[in-house]
């Protein structure tokens, strides 16, 4: 009874797991839509939506002059917003005198939607200079465009990088840290310096939430770090400092936008890069933030150095790629902040956003490596999107110039009709042509896979029609070597005491007892479904188990170790090996009643006396007397 009431407080906590995974998936996925959004946002703003972009260039820096308050006109590109505005290279603004929209604009980014005054001294003279901010089209674009291309595009890469790791592994919590990672380090994206707004109330406060955003990344990299490694009281000081430096990095944003918007104090010494500052107050917080990049760094490295050999390398691909990008990256915004030269200053925005990038594109290739993506099933999903994007937006393309060619004389209202048809064409159709592309994907790139599944779905057939279990269990070991690239893999079975032992195996999956109630064994017979055993604290070895039911009992566990690539196991071979072990689960419980038990024995004693029962029954039918069958006859042959 004790048992039972364990096993049922067991079963619970699995439920409950499970359910607090599912509100962590959920709110992942929130985020990636709020991530979405900004990104968003963040390109319309930059490359304009249906009109005019808001975000505008200077075409010029501005450097602090040494008066608290006072920044100057450095560097005017000629034919750039400052120079068109009458600007030269030494105007200083008192920001003291500017209006708050006029003060933001002057140490961040102008509209380039409407003008922006300024007043303006040069030497004894003093005027109102009206500023229109050039858009990344409008003047040097070969140099705008990479800026801000690569900005916009590195955030999609961590934001489709986050959002994968969601999908497939919302439930592994290192898995989720580096995916809030990733999200958070999309809200620099809010900065006031990246995003410009026509409510400058509403872009300080979304530059203090960026800031926040970058600070909240970096602790909670701090954080992932902790958790590998031997621990040791160095280990947990160095973190320490680390998550002082955090906060210590966020606090120039927070205080920037205090002192623009109250004049209390002097903002420029924490604006940094976006104003050329020098003196002490600046150094400070130049420091700070090479103290935070260094910090993490190290902490990082102490995370690696402390690892088990056997592990350290994946443990180097999973933590060091995000510090060593974001240290990179704030060690160039240093060199950004200290150059005069516009061209210069846009050269290492456009350096820091690649080197951002590039952190991207090392830390998929880490997650890779981890087996949170399957990267076959990612470039399969992307290549088909695509295709599919492809045809209707070369369907439109055509159209449009099949009216402006060809049929140039037809009217308006023709040509929203043959969109509206089209598009109508379109969304009948787009079901078919998706089944299509992603068939003619599958048959070109991954043909050897698809043959695989189709092996290990025919197997799942073909075991109902074994008649040994050991010739099935060897059939089904050699099918799973010949057609998956898993290290190893067992077949466990139910053995004598109540535990789970493996029949048949290979490579480098043991082959140890596992208890009947093991958390991974409870969990399948819980919910019948497949399971990564890392999730729990269990004897299974491996990276996929899926349950082996006959009647609703578990009979067995397929247990397969690592793939050789790393990778996951996609969600189509999980679907295949699932039916292999219900196939082959089910084969063994049909085949268990053909054993030497004493329930088959009387079973077979059964089956004979059903056999013999007509030929008793004749038997008992030539005993009876003449007489006795006749009156028989007679009473059967009456109407």
């Known amino acids: 009874m004790e048992c039972a009431h364990e096993q049922r407080a067991i079963v619970l906590d699995a439920a409950a797991a499970r359910a607090h995974d599912l509100r962590w998936k959920w709110m992942m996925l929130a985020l990636c839509a709020l991530g979405f959004f900004a990104v968003a946002a963040n390109a319309a703003d930059i490359f304009g939506l249906g009109g005019r972009p808001w975000w505008g260039w200077w075409d010029s820096t501005s450097r602090a002059t040494g008066q608290p308050y ?17 600007l030269r290279d030494g105007d200083r603004i008192d920001l003291r ?18 003008p922006t005054e300024f007043v303006v001294h040069r030497g004894t003279h003093t005027f109102v200079a009206r500023v229109v901010g050039s858009t990344s089209w409008e003047g040097a674009p070969v140099w705008k465009l990479p800026a801000k291309g690569l900005s916009i595009f590195a955030a999609l890469w961590f934001l489709g990088c986050a959002t994968l790791i969601v999908v497939r592994r919302w439930w592994v919590p290192q898995a989720r840290a580096l995916a809030l990672v990733l999200l958070l380090e999309l809200g620099t994206l809010l900065r006031a310096g990246n995003l410009v707004l026509p409510n400058v109330h509403l872009t300080l406060l979304l530059n203090v939430v960026g800031a926040a955003c970058e600070a909240g990344a970096l602790a909670i990299l701090v954080h992932l770090s902790s958790g590998f490694g031997k621990r040791y009281a160095w280990r947990t000081a160095l973190e320490c400092v680390a998550y002082a430096t955090c906060v210590v990095s966020f606090l120039p944003a927070l205080l920037s936008v205090i002192g623009l918007a109250t004049l209390r104090f002097d903002p420029l010494p924490c604006l940094s890069p ?99 993506l399957d990267f076959e099933f990612v470039l399969g999903r992307t290549l088909v999107v695509g295709a599919v994007s492809l045809v209707v937006v070369g369907s439109f393309a055509l159209l449009e110039w099949l009216l402006g060619t060809v049929l140039v004389g037809v009217s308006h209202t023709t040509g929203l009709l ?172 049909v085949l268990s009643v ?29 005993s009876l007397p003449d007489e006795i069958v006749g009156r028989l006859r007679a009473g059967n042959a009456q109407p």
């Open 97 to 114: 005198e500017q209006s708050l929209r006029a003060r933001v604009a002057a140490v961040f980014q102008l509209m380039a939607s409407r």
């Open 418 to 589: 043959a969109n509206g048809v089209l598009a109508l064409l379109l969304g009948i159709s787009l079901n078919p042509i998706h089944k299509r592309v992603d068939t003619l994907v599958d048959d070109v790139l991954f043909r050897r896979r698809r043959q695989d599944e189709r092996a290990l779905l025919d197997f799942s057939k073909e075991a109902a029609y074994m008649t040994q279990p050991g010739v099935l269990l060897d059939r089904a070991i050699a099918v799973l070597r010949n057609h998956t690239d898993a290290r190893g893999a067992a077949f466990l079975a139910e053995g004598e005491g109540s535990s789970y032992v493996a029949a048949r195996s290979y490579g480098d999956v043991g082959a140890a007892l596992v208890d009947e109630n093991d958390a991974a064994i409870l969990a399948l017979k819980t919910w019948h479904k497949p399971l990564d055993p890392h999730r729990y604290v269990t004897s299974l070895e491996g990276a996929l188990a899926l349950p082996m039911l006959g009647r609703g009992r578990l009979l067995g566990v397929l247990l397969l170790g690592e793939r050789v690539g790393g990778e996951a196991y996609a969600p189509d071979e999980v679907e295949a090996l699932s039916h292999l072990a219900h196939g082959v689960g089910a084969a063994l419980d």
């Open 594 to 622: 053909k054993g030497d038990g004493p329930r088959d024995a009387r079973l077979e004693e059964i089956r004979d006396a059903i056999r013999a029962l007509p030929d008793r029954l004749a038997d008992v039918t030539r």
């Open 70 to 86: 006072v920044v100057s006109i450095n560097s005017p590109r000629p034919g750039g917003a400052a120079a068109l505005a009458g």
């Open 274 to 372: 976006n104003v050329i500052v020098a003196g002490p107050v600046a150094s400070i917080w130049g420091a700070a933030n090479g103290l935070a990049a260094v910090i993490i760094t190290l902490t990082a490295a102490a995370t690696v150095a402390t690892t088990d050999i056997s592990d350290r390398a994946r443990t180097a691909w999973l933590i060091l790629p995000l510090p060593v990008a974001i240290a990179t990256v704030l060690i160039v915004r240093g060199f950004q902040g200290a150059t005069g030269s516009w061209l210069g200053y846009t050269i290492l925005v456009s350096l820091w956003n690649l080197v951002w990038l590039l952190g991207g594109l090392v830390v998929t290739y880490a997650l890779l490596k981890r087996r949170v």
